[in-house]
Every structure is written in C-alpha cells, then in structure tokens.
C-alpha cells in the first residue's frame, strides 16, 4: 500500500463560491507530498511540503489567509510529529512567518524543546534565518471581513467559523513504513490575544506512532482538546479498528460526549489511509500508487490518474 500522503483543507462549511479552489488546494497539495515521496523523501518532508503549500494558499485558514484575533491580528498554531522518535514540534500564537510548519519543524530537530510560543518563537525563527514577513501579507480581504463581522453585537464567532473552513493539515507514510503528522492554523476567528488552540498540542491536533499511525486534526479546537481527538484515534487503532472505523469513532466520540463537529485524516503505517468528518465538509486528497483521491461533501470521493490536470467537480468556477 505505501507510500500515501493524506491531506485536509479544514472542517467546516465551504462557501460554494470557493469550493472548486479549496479541492484544487488540496489536490495540488497532496501532488507535493506523493512527489516527495516518489523522490525517496521522508513522511515528515512530505507533510511539511504539503502543509507549506497550503499555508501559502490564501484560501485557507494557516499562514497567508489565517483568521484574525479579536485585535485584528494573525497569530498562528503549527505541530509536526515523527512516527519513528515520537519527537515532535510546534509553535503557538506566532507573528510574521510565512510558514508556520517549518519552524515547528525547526523547534523539533534544532532546540531540545517541543513547543515555543509568541516572542520566544519569532525570537528564534531570526536566530535560524527564517524571514520576517509583514503582518499585512498574511491578511486577506476576506479574513479582515470575517473580523468586522465578528465584532458586530451578538455576533457568534465560534459558530460562524464553525460554517466555515480553513485550517490545515496533512499526514504521510513514506517508503520505509514510517508515518508523520503536520497541521497548521491561524486559529479560531476573534479569538483571544495569545489564545492557543488545539493544533499544537500533541495528541489533539495531531499525533503520529509508527506502532499505530498518524492523524491530523481540524475542528473548535477548545473541543478537540477535551478528547485528544488524534490519540483517541490512534486508540482505537490500537484496539484493532480500521483506520476508517476509528476515525468516525473518534468524531462519534466528541460528538456525543462534548457536542463537537471536526474532521481527520488518518494513516497506518501500513499505508491504509481515511479522510473522514462531522462537519458539513471538509476539502481532502490523498495520494497513493499513482492517483489521486480527493472531495468535500460527505459521501464524495473523485479519483484520478495523479498525472492528469484537476477536473472540476463543482459548478463554480
Ligand atoms: N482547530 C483549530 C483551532 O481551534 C481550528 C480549525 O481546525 O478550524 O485553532
């Protein structure tokens, strides 16, 4: 079954406007990933070039397009972890970087920490020469938008983006058997300055054991956390479920324990992969031997040969 790489685009609702683009971000970026793979790359370089590409897309919520802060600001949550060392990475609530996944990358193989946050963690993106890129090239129109809706009286953020879509993630086994996890975000809308959600915290916004396998994780992250969604997963791998059946145990499980909706991607290290959610949609691709798989609504799975163009699916392009 190996290699595979398995990517989402956020739990959530994708306005109809913007759903052809939001499969066509995540298909492009799952080609990234199987490319590296193919090339002999590792699952780790395969999710961080997959989660990079979908942070430089500003459609979605990670990197250039990330929501904003109840200030007006992006900060942003990102997590790696490596199946074979359980060593893992990430950054939390971080200003002015592109590309959030590659430093939490940098925290996990050059530092002997797991996580750094804030000032600390752009303090230490200078010290590796990552650039600092202006606050405004990470915001969209349609992110300050949200913002200035949200800040309206009665406004409900946590649900409106609930109805919407955006952060990212990927997991990847490589040729060797070996699994990895990546997810990037720019969070909840208006949340709180230095609020940090689930995406770096291992366990709930990702989790990879070349024992069991990997899983990236999107969804109300205050939520998320409650279950530790992608260890509870990796549980019920464990137990022996399918990477299929587990992943719906899990959204069954913070559905009807802590009212939660959310969406994963899953692998074993046996390369036997599932894109599965609660929410209305969730864009995912993933490739294996050669095709590509990818949808958005529930029940949705397109396939095609990895070398021909993206067909549009959805009337809106
Ligand atoms: N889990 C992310 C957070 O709470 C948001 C999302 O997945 O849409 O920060």
């Not at 969209?140 to 009665?154: A, D, H, I, V």
């Not at 587990?246 to 991607?265: I, T």
């Not at 490739?287 to 799975?301: C, N, R, S, T, W």
């Amino acid at each position: 079954m190996l290699p595979v790489v398995v990517v989402h685009g956020g739990a959530g609702h994708v306005p109809k406007e913007r759903s052809e683009k939001a499969t066509m971000g995540v298909s492009s970026a799952a080609r990234s990933g199987y490319l590296v793979l193919q090339g002999g790359g590792s699952s780790m370089d395969a999710v961080v070039a997959a989660v990079s590409q979908l942070e430089n897309n500003p459609l979605f919520n990670a990197g250039c397009g990330s929501v904003l802060n109840v200030k007006g600001e992006v900060e942003m949550d990102a997590l790696v972890m490596d199946g074979k060392t359980l060593c893992s990475g990430a950054v939390s609530a971080v200003r002015n970087i592109a590309n959030p996944v590659e430093l939490a990358r940098m925290v996990m193989d050059k530092t002997s920490h797991a996580c750094l946050t804030a000032e600390g963690a752009s303090m230490f993106a200078r010290s590796m020469g990552v650039p600092e890129v202006p606050h405004e090239s990470l915001v969209t129109e349609y992110s300050r938008m949200r913002w200035r809706k949200n800040l309206e009286p009665g406004a409900d953020p946590v649900a409106c983006q609930m109805g919407k879509m955006g952060t990212v993630g990927a997991v990847a086994v490589d040729v060797e058997g070996n699994v990895a996890c990546a997810t990037s975000t720019g969070g909840m809308m208006n949340k709180m300055e230095g609020r940090v959600g689930d995406t770096p915290c291992i366990g709930s916004g990702g989790y990879a054991d070349n024992h069991s396998g990997a899983v990236s994780t999107t969804g109300h992250g205050e939520t998320i956390m409650k279950v530790t969604l992608a260890r509870l997963i990796l549980f019920y791998m464990e137990q022996g479920h399918s990477v299929e059946a587990a992943s719906d145990m899990g959204l069954a499980y913070m559905k009807s324990r802590v009212d939660g909706l959310g969406g994963v991607v899953t692998v074993d290290p046996q390369g036997n992969w599932a894109a599965r959610f609660s929410s209305l949609q969730m864009a995912w691709a993933a490739a294996q031997k050669d095709m590509l798989h990818y949808g958005l609504y529930v029940g949705e799975h397109w396939s095609q040969n990895i070398q021909e163009p993206h067909s549009p699916h959805h009337a809106d392009i």
